[in-house]
């Protein structure tokens, strides 16, 4: 099927932003994807995964079924296609801090910020990440692509924590139960800041979790 084809029906305008030139059928088609995506945020968050239909995704997005199905084969699809955009944003954010030429608690305070920002951009939207974890507990194809970069970020901390206790930074600990504390304190942070944003009114909560567990498992030199 043809882009043009499939996305045929589409109440959009085929105009470009400018509106100085018509749309190409690879910008269409992009603008349809991105119509159907937001759509699905929309509806899988305010109505819930299972109880959306594809029907329903296309109402909202104002497109046909011939253009939904030319982009996802599935609604599982489209959720999938959700979820992998924001969780491969972390886990490059997460590696690049990890690769920094700092000591372990100094990189460990970097990585603190990224639970306020992600916390920042899960506000209002606590439905869908209570849905992406609802939905990883019974479909193997969601549960993979969620546990995956959690299972990295377990394994990065890890080697961050032996390289703290390398270099004298760290107290002697047990290095996978300590990245398991870190990923724990991090998505319970995320989770709590989306259900009650009060808590998390500064900005800066992240890195004093951060500084409260370092208090336990610094060798007390200095970061």
């Known amino acids: 099927m043809y882009a043009a084809d499939a996305d045929a029906g589409v109440d959009a305008d085929t105009r470009d932003r400018s509106g100085e030139r018509p749309m190409t059928n690879e910008e269409r088609s992009d603008a349809t994807r991105t119509r159907i995506l937001d759509a ?17 995704v296309c109402h909202a997005a104002g497109v046909s079924k011939g253009a939904f199905y030319h982009h996802f084969d599935t609604k599982q699809e489209v959720f999938v296609a959700l979820l992998e955009p924001w ?26 910020t990224l639970v306020n920002r992600v916390t920042a951009e899960g506000r209002g939207r606590i439905p869908m990440f209570l849905e992406f974890w609802r939905q990883a507990a019974k479909d193997p194809s969601v549960w993979h692509v969620t546990v995956e970069p959690y299972r990295r970020f377990r394994a990065s901390f890890v080697r961050l924590v032996n390289e703290g206790v390398d270099e004298g930074s760290l107290r002697p600990v047990d290095p996978d139960l300590t990245a398991l504390v870190l990923v724990s304190l991090g998505v319970g942070l995320v989770l709590q ?19 409260l567990l370092l208090d336990g498992i610094s060798s007390g030199g200095t970061p």
Request: hydrophobic fraction near 50%; glycine fraction near 6%; charge should be negative.
């Open 87 to 112: 969780l491969a944003e972390l886990d490059a954010a997460v590696t690049e801090v990890l690769a920094r030429e700092e000591s372990a608690p100094r990189r460990l305070i970097h990585l603190a």
């Open 40 to 56: 699905a945020i929309a509806r899988f968050t305010f109505e819930g995964y299972d109880a959306t239909s594809v029907a329903d």
């Open 193 to 211: 800041g989306a259900l009650d944003p009060e808590c998390a009114a500064r900005g800066d909560l992240g890195e004093r979790a951060i500084a």
